[in-house]
């Protein structure tokens, strides 16, 4: 059984960081691109970033390049979303996903973008991250 378990979350004044885990199980990790999606109150699930297990690719959306940074580490099965420079637009429950990696036609990169919402097949249960102004 797929399980993903995010962890980091809190309050946190505008300025400041936090560090994201999302902890995996249950599936080969060469086998799925992994994403970060955030969702604010009355707003649509949006992506946030992702790490492309091929061929180590990233990407990030304009609203959070420069400032947030995605890393795994394989020997823990984790991977985490570093926050840095937070802002208030940030305040959001965070969510990990897998969605299924992809030689022939790459869903994860800078060229490649990220997959949307109903790419991913497993998905965590969110951590909250609140930005104070």
């Known amino acids: 059984e797929v399980q993903l378990v995010e962890s980091g979350g809190g309050l946190v004044q505008a300025g400041g960081s936090l560090r994201l885990s999302c902890a995996a199980s249950?599936?080969?990790?060469?086998?799925?691109?992994i994403g970060w999606f955030r969702q604010a109150p009355g707003k649509e699930r949006e992506g946030v970033s992702c790490?492309?297990?091929?061929?180590?690719?990233?990407y990030y959306t304009d609203s959070v390049k420069g400032r947030l940074t995605i890393s795994s580490d394989y020997a823990k099965n984790t991977v985490y979303l570093q926050m840095n420079n937070l802002k208030p637009e940030d305040t959001a429950v965070y969510y990990c996903?897998?969605?299924?990696?992809?030689?022939?036609?790459?869903?994860?990169?800078?060229?490649?973008?990220?997959?949307?919402?109903?790419?991913?097949?497993?998905w965590g249960q969110g951590t909250q991250v609140t930005v104070s102004s």
């Open positions: 996903a897998l969605e299924i990696a992809s030689i022939v036609r790459p869903r994860c990169g800078v060229a490649a973008g990220m997959a949307s919402v109903h790419e991913y097949v497993y």
């Open positions: 249950g599936f080969t990790f060469d086998d799925y691109d």
């Open positions: 790490f492309n297990v091929i061929d180590g690719g990233t």
